[in-house]
């Protein structure tokens, strides 16, 4: 799939994306957003492309960036790949859940926050 690889080449070649710099997180999440519009839902690759994205807002948010806005971004990424049918979500909603009790989120805030991003 293309657009993976574009969203990969981004993240390891452009040394501002590699580096965190500003314009290399901007024009790594744009990357990203063109990506997930292109394929995101593609049921058996899509969910690579949703990891991706994540993973480097990991990065960042390990990197002590972005503060709060930066957890909400993280979070919002997997509430979105949540509400999609795709094939590689198999075990997303544990590592999410893991993720927000790691943020110090307990089931039952949690659940009341999922009600809102899993689809009917």
Not at 46 to 69: I, M, N, P, T
Not at 105 to 117: E, I, N, P, T, Y
Request: glycine share 10%.
């Amino acid at each position: 799939m293309a657009e993976s690889q574009a969203v990969l080449l981004v993240m390891e070649l452009d040394p501002a994306a590699s580096a965190l710099t500003p314009d290399g997180v901007k024009a790594v999440r744009a990357v990203c957003e063109e990506a997930i519009t292109a394929a995101g839902l593609h049921v058996a690759d899509g969910a690579a492309l949703w990891a991706a994205y994540r993973q480097y807002e990991l990065k960042v948010l390990a990197a002590g960036q972005g503060g709060d806005k930066q957890v909400d971004r993280v979070r919002s990424l997997f509430q979105r790949q949540l509400q999609q049918a795709l094939a590689g979500n198999v075990g997303l909603l544990e590592e999410y859940s893991a993720w927000e009790k790691e943020q110090g989120k307990v089931w039952g805030d949690l659940d009341r926050s999922l009600c809102g991003s899993i689809p009917n």
